[in-house]
T-cell receptor, first 115, second 114 residues
Framework: AQTVTQSQPEMSVQEAETVTLSCTYDTSESNYYLFWYKQPPSRQMILVIRQEAYKQQNATENRFSVNFQKAAKSFSLKISDSQLGDTAMYFCAFGYGGATNKLIFGTGTLLAVQP | KAGVTQTPRYLIKTRGQQVTLSCSPISGHRSVSWYQQTPGQGLQFLFEYFSETQRNKGNFPGRFSGRQFSNSRSEMNVSTLELGDSALYLC?????????????FGEGSRLTVL
């Protein structure tokens, strides 16, 4: 069975600084996707960034980038130039490569950006 | 374009009752998934529907059921409610039948069981 582990329940960062959130996963699948989703307080979850396992190049989306280490089964999220609006719960998620949209989520990391 | 709409947003039930939650996906999206979010268990997959067919089901008791209509709207039902069913229930939709596209989440239905 696939598992996703986020070992940092809470993190704090100063505005404009850089922070890295950790995620490890376990799977025997060769075709899969990895995601970071953001859930702001009392607001809906939105996609931050997506990585296809077959792509060696790390995904980037503006201030957000990932460090995808396939052999180590590690998928960390780096947020550069942190902003107050980045304060949220961040979930790492694993998705199968087949005909399904099912996601397996980690337990989340609550990130607080301090002014 | 309207986002994923979940109704009701908040509801309170008592043990033993049943509840039906509704999810209207983004127009044109045929895939709808449901998740249960609790502080203790996190986000857990309930089931997924695509073109009115259940494709996947999570590890939940038979009290949890769902369906999808021809217009892609989906409902989930929980019968014989237990205290542990108190949770935020999230619905997500996608235009794709596989994870090549983004999942769009609703704001959730917060169920409290007394």
């Amino acid at each position: 069975a696939q598992t996703v582990t986020q070992s940092q329940p809470e993190m704090s960062v100063q505005e404009a600084e850089t922070v890295t959130l950790s995620c490890t996963y376990d799977t025997s699948e060769s075709n899969y996707y990895l995601f970071w989703y953001k859930q702001p307080p009392s607001r809906q979850m939105i996609l931050v960034i997506r990585q296809e396992a077959y792509k060696q190049q790390n995904a980037t989306e503006n201030r957000f980038s990932v460090n995808f280490q396939k052999a180590a089964k590690s998928f960390s999220l780096k947020i550069s130039d942190s902003q107050l609006g980045d304060t949220a719960m961040y979930f790492c998620a694993f998705g199968y490569g087949g005909a399904t949209n099912k996601l397996i989520f980690g337990t989340g990391t609550l990130l607080a950006v301090q002014p | 374009k309207a986002g994923v709409t979940q109704t009701p947003r908040y509801l309170i039930k008592t043990r033993g009752q049943q509840v039906t939650l509704s999810c209207s996906p983004i127009s044109g999206h045929r895939s709808v998934s449901w998740y249960q979010q609790t502080p203790g268990q996190g986000l857990q997959f309930l089931f997924e529907y695509f073109s009115e067919t259940q494709r996947n089901k999570g590890n939940f008791p038979g009290r949890f059921s769902g369906r999808q209509f021809s217009n892609s709207r989906s409902e989930m039902n929980v019968s014989t409610l237990e205290l542990g069913d108190s949770a935020l229930y999230l619905c997500a939709s996608s235009s794709q039948g596989r994870l090549t596209g983004e999942l769009f989440f609703g704001e959730g239905s917060r169920l409290t069981v007394l």
